[in-house]
């Protein structure tokens, strides 16, 4: 039986700004699970191919870079995970939003998936694994026994960034923030392979009107009816 069948998993997919990330950082603290940051992931191997003067064109190369990173995810229960590439720490460089285009490109290329599915799949490991991601439900852990597809309006996302670019002091436009997200949905939802949309039997959250605390509490309350709790 493969390992990803032994180790709970809940999934939690979405576009981008959608809450993912910061509802996977809570749930990973209070049920002191592992957790992937799949996006992390494509966001990395962007910035390597970028360290190394790859063009976001060059897919054979890229999917060399993927197969091959250099990567470590440093976990605390009192700081945010530290993301450290080929030696360097790279927590914030890779949020720019640049990096997080080209890794909407990066993603959408089939070599490169397939290269970064079992490195994705090797973080399952006991007591179990929060999943952060665009497909985690639908292709990387489809044996998850709870999945959660977080969706909001491309306004609202828009809205979140901006406002959380501008609490970090990084000069931001809200116009460009939206443009970008929209682009984003539209290669993610419209790519060949493994594009985003829930899985059949996902737990589907609007969060558009919904503050953090009340997704969370939502989440915890399905893990336990489906026993993970």
């Not at 436009?173 to 949309?197: G, Q």
Request: proline share 4%; net charge negative.
């Amino acid at each position: 039986m493969p390992t990803t069948e032994l180790v709970p998993i809940i999934t939690v997919d979405g576009p981008s700004g959608s809450g993912k990330g910061t509802i996977c950082q809570r749930l990973a603290q209070q049920m002191d699970w592992h957790l992937l940051d799949s996006g992390a992931l494509y966001r990395l191997t962007a910035l390597a191919a970028h360290h190394h003067g790859i063009s976001m064109e060059d897919e054979e190369s890229i999917k060399v870079v993927a197969a091959h990173l250099d990567v470590q995810f440093l976990a605390s229960h009192t700081t945010e995970i530290k993301i450290v590439l080929e030696g360097e720490e790279v927590t914030d460089a890779i949020r720019a939003e640049k990096i997080g285009s080209d890794a909407s490109v990066v993603a959408s290329m089939p070599t490169v998936r397939q290269a970064l599915l079992q490195r994705q799949r090797d973080f399952a490991a006991t007591p179990g694994l929060i999943a952060d991601g665009r497909d985690m439900g639908t292709v990387v852990f489809p044996e998850a026994r709870l999945k959660i597809y977080l969706d909001a309006s491309a306004e609202e996302r828009a809205s979140r960034r901006y406002k959380q670019l501008i609490s970090k002091g990084v000069s931001a436009s809200l116009e460009d923030i939206l443009s970008d997200i929209k682009a984003r949905d539209e290669r993610d939802m419209n790519r060949t392979i493994s594009p985003l949309k829930p899985a059949p039997d996902a737990v589907i959250l609007d969060t558009t009107r919904m503050t953090i605390e009340e997704v969370l509490e939502v989440v915890l309350d399905e893990a336990k009816h489906k026993g993970l709790r």
